[in-house]
């Protein structure tokens, strides 16, 4: 699968930053058959990654290591923590780029300017996050996870009326930010910033689940295991 869309290409222009090659002394496990592998070699993607001082974005040429599984011989990546698979654009510039269109003043076309990113790709994130999940059953988990996650109310922007993909796509970020706010208040460390990073990038870490915009699964299942055991942040 490409890491670039071709119609994301608008980034291009965007200075990059390298990153040096990071990896631990031993992959994890095989996810397939929990085998010990080894690591075998890299392979280098290009995020555009939230810059952690200001309201900007960064484009990443980020190495990152590959393995394979002694026994059944599955490859597979090892993204460090805070980068999604699939995306050039990574999940916190995505959450706050929406954010910024469905809850503020802001028109789409300025909002994706700030964020280097094209009209066209700010609203296909705000239709994805508009139908990734019901927002009630997130602010569900969330209490799940934390019972003193404030009740639901007061999440719909008043002015978008509750059929707008933006009222929708707003509700669904702010669900999003409870849980995000409930995981950390549980003690995981999460390197992403937003709500959206959060739960997202978790469900990856201990699920391996991946939320495409075009491909694989399309909703988080109101059984995710959030809450339940766990397994690493
Ligand atoms: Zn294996």
Redesign the pocket.
Known sequence: MPEVPPRERESKSLAKITKPRERAGRPPA??????A?WWNGWRVIYPMVAAITAATTERWELPVPRAK??????GFTCYPDGIYPRRQYQLDVVAETAAAVALGEASGAEVARTSRAAPTSVRRWLGWIATLASAGDLLAIASRIDPDVPVAGGLLPADRGEGSVRARAAAVLAALEHIGAALVRRGLTLAARTGLGRVLGWQHAVHGDVYGLVAGVRHLSPGMAIGGSGGRA
């Open positions: 095989c996810a397939v058959c929990r085998c592998a599984c002694s026994r059944c011989r599955h």
